[in-house]
């Protein structure tokens, strides 16, 4: 009895999933599940570390790829004051647009932000 248990236990023991804890409980009935149980259980184990290090730059190069959106809010502001240089009477006109480019290049620096957090430590 308790060498049938043994594919469950360890099972169990290697991987927290329901599913897997399931197929293993089976498996204590029919010795072709057992063997499925761990096939599984190793499959989803086993990482090796050239994945790992793939998978690491994947999530790197994607974090930066998603702060480029600031670039563009960085541009906005520059030609603002290019603007305001080459024709300081429109002032009140470009304050207020510059009021509204502020606000909407800070929600965009924060939804990047965001991403790429999301990106690192989410996924």
């Known amino acids: 009895s308790k060498v049938n248990n043994r594919p469950a236990m360890l099972t169990q023991a290697l991987i ?62 520059g030609n603002l004051v290019i603007g305001y240089a080459r024709n300081p009477s429109l002032k009140q006109q470009l304050f207020s647009y510059a009021i509204l480019g502020f606000a909407l290049s800070e929600a965009m620096g924060l939804f990047c932000l965001m991403m790429a957090f999301l990106i690192l430590y989410a996924f």
């Open 16 to 77: 927290g999933n329901r599913a897997l804890a399931l197929l293993a409980r089976r498996a204590a009935v029919n010795p072709s599940l057992a063997r499925a149980a761990m096939t599984v259980a190793s499959r989803q184990v086993h990482v090796s570390a050239q994945r790992r290090d793939i998978d690491q730059a994947a999530k790197y190069i994607g974090a930066g790829a998603a702060t480029v959106g600031v670039a563009g809010s960085g541009a906005g502001i």
